[in-house]
């Protein structure tokens, strides 16, 4: 069989068509040479089955070789479909095994009340007694976050001790959890539930929620099935949930009548009585449903305190970053419709997963910084922790809206600066002829003759199109981009306009690398954990001058609400509290790799930023992250030696 690295390291080979060497391998995966070529030695018997296999060149390095397309791909579909589902798929990384042993505990706990031994799980696992106690460690510490205790007992093994709320929610997370893009299949839910039982309930729910005009998607009406069957399992096993704190608040509200007839119906089909406190979490999921509203703006239908709540929200963000997005309605609004779940769900620790996390993070970084500070707000209003899945769901409706703000303030467009020698009539025309062409490309910020260049400020314009020939050094104009064009703007000029726009609008990490420095460059550093590298990089910013001592607060401040890690061996520690006089990133390169947050980490980006550019940045960062996604590319960043290799492979 196939295991996770292995499958890795077939991902890495398949979209490369020229050898890669072993080291750059077994940097990527986090393996030794010896471990890799016996990687590669077990894909290479799977593999030659389908007539394929990982070819080796001395002095040049492994190739993937496949001779029959259809059959290796309908192959290594089975193979992520084993990996990802497959109930008999044991598994062989310490990441892996973590979320085996929770599984099967919660399973044991939810279907018979009784835990586990540790020789049970060796034998389960293959491993030894060693390496499971160091895979508990870890199966604590992510229990710990569902406030439940990992305990040994002499008789059942190891066990769970926690509320039945917080074991509940723990059993969602883990084993019945499905994402918006997901399938709703019913029949992955089986080897739990009796299907007999899924369908009764199923009716139940569908009869009570059409009486009721209920509006649901289907996501949450998967999830309060799912609900209602644990409830029901729970309950026969004498596991019963305390009385919430906001009980009389629920008794209230129109979802109450509607969970009360839900458990009605239930003790009348199936003798099953559920007890008052069940009828108030049914209650609770009704009102986390995600309603789907196509009616626009204009019908919203929510208690003012939620678009206060924004209104407040939307005012903080002004302050701490400076960027107003109170003119937004579009914002305000779906934010509202958000927040009116979320907060119910923060309220009552009603976990929810995003499967979409790490890319949002990947490819929104700005308006996940702004959703880390709006997660705090919201935490000293409610007194409960906004967890990262709920930080990235916020983070979407601000990605939209600084999408919308680039848009409307033109700041996605080339802004150019006109230089002409031929009087106002030639200028109006050059002018006239580009807005028609470029409109959605170039914003012309003005029109001069070459005498006025020097008295424009240079921050104010991208690029310059001149019909007369500009001595660079005399205005001091090396770092920017000119095209010379014909006075009547002839359509050799439009072609080659066309060309230049494209050039210099997707360039974006050109601006990137203007803030890094040699100085602040280290490469080949050999420390030993997050702290340690986190200390060593903000000290030399602070060195430098680039920061103040009293900053550093805000970047552990900012770790500490969700890891900057981004996958692929990279994190990008940054801090959103402060606002330096100069912007400047410190890049660390380290020797091995050390644990970040979940994942392994060896290329640190530190960057302060502005808070004038931190609008611009989300652009830079889009191209930033395109570039570090590639797994090759970052595998030689991570081994160069000096600055200059450093820039010239990231450009």
Same mark, same amino acid.
Request: net charge negative; proline share 2%; aromatic share 8%.
């Given at each position: 069989?196939?295991?996770?690295?292995?499958?890795?390291?077939?991902?890495?080979?398949?979209?490369?068509?020229?050898?890669?060497?072993?080291?750059?391998?077994?940097? /990527?995966?986090?393996?030794?040479?010896?471990?890799?070529r016996s990687y590669i030695r077990n894909?290479?018997?799977?593999?030659?089955?389908?007539?394929?296999?990982?070819?080796?060149?001395?002095?040049?390095?492994?190739?993937?070789?496949?001779?029959?397309?259809?059959?290796?791909?309908?192959?290594?579909?089975?193979?992520?479909?084993?990996?990802?589902?497959?109930?008999?798929?044991?598994?062989?990384?310490?990441?892996?095994?973590?979320?085996?042993?929770?599984?099967?505990?919660?399973?044991?706990?939810?279907?018979?009340?009784?835990?586990?031994?540790?020789?049970?799980?060796?034998?389960?696992?293959?491993?030894?007694?060693?390496?499971?106690?160091?895979?508990?460690?870890?199966?604590?510490?992510?229990?710990?976050?569902?406030?439940? +205790?990992? !305990?040994?007992?002499?008789?059942?093994?190891?066990?769970?001790?926690?509320?039945?709320?917080?074991?509940?929610?723990?059993?969602?997370?883990?084993?019945?959890?499905?994402?918006?893009?997901?399938?709703?299949?019913?029949?992955?839910?089986e080897m739990i539930f009796e299907k007999?039982?899924?369908?009764?309930?199923?009716?139940? !729910?569908?009869?009570?929620?059409?009486?009721?005009?209920?509006?649901?998607?289907?996501?949450? /009406?998967?999830?309060?099935?799912?609900?209602?069957?644990?409830?029901?399992?729970?309950?026969?096993?004498?596991?019963?949930?305390?009385?919430?704190?906001?009980?009389?608040?629920?008794? +209230?509200?129109?979802?109450?009548?509607?969970?009360?007839?839900?458990?009605?119906?239930?003790?009348?089909?199936?003798?099953?009585?559920?007890? +008052?406190?069940?009828?108030?979490? #049914?209650?609770?999921?009704?009102?986390?449903?995600?309603?789907?509203?196509?009616?626009?703006?204009?019908?919203?239908?929510?208690?003012?305190?939620?678009?206060?709540?924004?209104?407040?929200?939307?005012?903080?963000?002004?302050?701490?970053?400076?960027?107003?997005?109170?003119?937004?309605?579009?914002?305000?609004?779906?934010?509202?419709?958000?927040?009116?779940?979320?907060?119910?769900?923060?309220?009552?620790?009603?976990?929810?997963?995003?499967?979409?996390?790490?890319?949002?993070?990947?490819?929104?970084?700005?308006?996940?910084?702004?959703?880390?500070?709006?997660?705090?707000?919201?935490?000293?209003?409610?007194?409960?922790?906004?967890?990262?899945?709920?930080?990235?769901?916020?983070?979407?409706?601000?990605?939209?809206?600084?999408?919308?703000?680039?848009?409307?303030?033109?700041?996605?467009?080339?802004?150019?600066?006109?230089?002409?020698?031929?009087?106002?009539?030639?200028?109006?025309?050059?002018?006239?002829?580009?807005?028609?062409?470029?409109?959605?490309?170039?914003?012309?910020?003005?029109?001069?003759?070459?005498?006025?260049?020097?008295?424009?400020?240079?921050?104010?314009?991208?690029?310059?199109?001149?019909?007369?020939?500009?001595? #660079?050094?005399?205005?001091?104009?090396?770092?920017?981009?000119?095209?010379?064009?014909?006075?009547? /703007?002839? @359509?050799?000029?439009?072609?080659?306009?066309?060309?230049?726009?494209?050039?210099?609008?997707?360039?974006?990490?050109?601006? /990137?690398?203007?803030?890094?420095?040699?100085?602040?460059?280290?490469?080949?550093?050999?420390?030993?954990?997050?702290? *340690?590298?986190?200390?060593?990089?903000?000290?030399?910013?602070?060195?430098?001058?680039?920061?103040?001592?009293?900053?550093?607060?805000?970047?552990?401040?900012?770790?500490?609400?969700?890891?900057?890690?981004?996958?692929?061996?990279?994190?990008?520690?940054?801090?959103?509290?402060? @606002?330096?006089?100069?912007?400047?990133?410190?890049?660390?390169?380290?020797?091995?790799?050390?644990?970040?947050?979940?994942?392994?980490?060896?290329?640190?980006? !530190?960057?302060?930023?502005?808070?004038?550019?931190?609008?611009?940045?989300?652009?830079?960062?889009?191209?930033?992250?395109?570039?570090?996604? *590639?797994?090759?590319?970052?595998?030689?960043?991570?081994?160069?030696?000096?600055?200059?290799?450093?820039?010239?492979?990231?450009?």
């Amino acid at each position: 069989m196939i295991n996770k690295k292995e499958l890795k390291i077939i991902s890495f080979l398949l979209d490369k068509n020229h050898h890669i060497t072993g080291d750059e391998i077994s940097n /990527f995966i986090g393996v030794s040479s010896k471990t890799l070529r016996s990687y590669i030695r077990n894909i290479n018997q799977e593999l030659r089955k389908i007539d394929s296999n990982i070819a080796c060149v001395k002095g040049r390095g492994y190739i993937l070789e496949i001779n029959n397309r259809k059959s290796f791909d309908n192959e290594l579909l089975e193979l992520y479909e084993e990996d990802i589902s497959s109930k008999s798929f044991i598994p062989t990384t310490h990441d892996g095994r973590v979320v085996f042993i929770i599984k099967r505990l919660l399973l044991l706990e939810l279907k018979y009340n009784k835990g586990i031994t540790h020789n049970e799980l060796c034998d389960l696992l293959f491993i030894g007694l060693t390496t499971l106690k160091t895979d508990l460690v870890v199966v604590k510490r992510k229990l710990r976050k569902f406030q439940i +205790e990992l !305990l040994k007992d002499g008789v059942r093994g190891v066990t769970l001790k926690g509320n039945e709320e917080d074991i509940r929610s723990c059993i969602s997370y883990y084993i019945f959890n499905r994402f918006e893009n997901d399938i709703i299949n019913l029949n992955s839910i089986e080897m739990i539930f009796e299907k007999s039982s899924i369908e009764e309930m199923e009716c139940i !729910l569908i009869a009570a929620i059409n009486k009721n005009n209920i509006s649901i998607t289907d996501i949450s /009406f998967y999830n309060l099935l799912i609900h209602i069957l644990i409830a029901i399992k729970r309950v026969k096993n004498e596991n019963t949930l305390a009385k919430p704190l906001f009980a009389d608040e629920l008794q +209230e509200i129109y979802e109450y009548k509607v969970a009360k007839e839900i458990a009605n119906r239930i003790f009348k089909e199936t003798k099953i009585e559920l007890p +008052e406190e069940e009828i108030y979490y #049914i209650t609770q999921h009704l009102c986390t449903r995600k309603i789907i509203n196509d009616n626009g703006e204009s019908k919203l239908d929510l208690n003012d305190q939620y678009i206060k709540m924004v209104i407040e929200i939307l005012n903080h963000v002004e302050e701490v970053i400076g960027i107003d997005f109170r003119k937004d309605k579009s914002l305000i609004w779906s934010l509202a419709i958000h927040l009116k779940a979320s907060i119910t769900r923060i309220k009552y620790d009603m976990h929810i997963a995003n499967d979409m996390l790490s890319e949002i993070k990947k490819n929104y970084p700005f308006a996940y910084k702004i959703s880390s500070i709006i997660a705090q707000y919201i935490e000293s209003i409610i007194e409960k922790t906004v967890n990262d899945d709920e930080i990235g769901f916020i983070c979407l409706h601000f990605a939209a809206a600084l999408e919308r703000m680039k848009n409307g303030k033109g700041e996605i467009k080339l802004r150019t600066l006109i230089v002409c020698a031929s009087g106002l009539g030639t200028s109006m025309i050059i002018s006239a002829k580009i807005k028609r062409e470029f409109s959605n490309d170039i914003d012309i910020v003005k029109i001069i003759p070459l005498n006025e260049l020097s008295q424009v400020d240079k921050k104010s314009y991208d690029i310059i199109l001149s019909t007369i020939k500009i001595n #660079i050094e005399e205005y001091k104009l090396e770092d920017k981009k000119i095209m010379y064009i014909s006075p009547i /703007f002839k @359509s050799s000029d439009l072609s080659l306009l066309k060309e230049f726009i494209q050039e210099n609008t997707e360039d974006h990490l050109l601006k /990137f690398l203007e803030f890094t420095e040699e100085e602040l460059f280290f490469p080949e550093k050999n420390l030993k954990s997050k702290e *340690d590298i986190l200390n060593f990089m903000l000290n030399e910013m602070v060195k430098k001058s680039f920061i103040g001592e009293e900053d550093k607060e805000y970047f552990y401040k900012r770790e500490n609400i969700s890891s900057t890690e981004i996958g692929n061996f990279i994190a990008i520690p940054h801090a959103i509290d402060i @606002s330096p006089k100069i912007s400047k990133v410190c890049i660390l390169i380290n020797k091995k790799p050390v644990k970040w947050e979940e994942e392994n980490v060896r290329l640190v980006i !530190l960057m302060s930023i502005e808070k004038e550019l931190y609008i611009e940045f989300e652009s830079i960062f889009e191209n930033l992250y395109s570039v570090l996604s *590639d797994e090759e590319r970052v595998s030689k960043l991570m081994n160069v030696r000096n600055y200059k290799d450093f820039i010239k492979l990231l450009r």
